[in-house]
């Protein structure tokens, strides 16, 4: 692992725990990292298919610029603030 790769996981599951609480942070955070993963193979493995048909990178480049349009768009209203389980998991340790 690069050490930009150990800050983007640091970055991610500090925002699972800033949000969600510590409670179910190793679930949350696999669930996070399982879907990062299935996203990179699935990507991958369709820029080759795309381009044994076209034979041309062309295609996949607009796909993954649509993607990462509509990933930006989806995680507009995300909010970096404490979730309801967050907040009760702090007034129990208090």
């Not at 995680?75 to 389980?85: R, T």
Request: glycine share 8%; aromatic share 12%; no cysteine.
């Amino acid at each position: 692992m690069d050490k930009y790769q150990e800050i983007k996981v640091a970055r991610k599951t500090g925002l699972v725990a800033q949000t969600q609480g510590l409670t179910y942070l190793s679930t949350l955070a696999g669930l996070v990292f399982f879907s990062h993963q299935t996203g990179a193979f699935i990507g991958a493995w369709l820029g080759g298919r795309i381009y044994d048909i076209y034979q041309d990178y062309t295609v996949m480049w607009w796909a993954a610029i649509a993607l990462g349009l509509l990933a930006a768009i989806l995680h507009l209203p995300i909010k970096e603030e404490a979730s309801f389980l967050a907040l009760e998991e702090a007034k129990v340790e208090a």
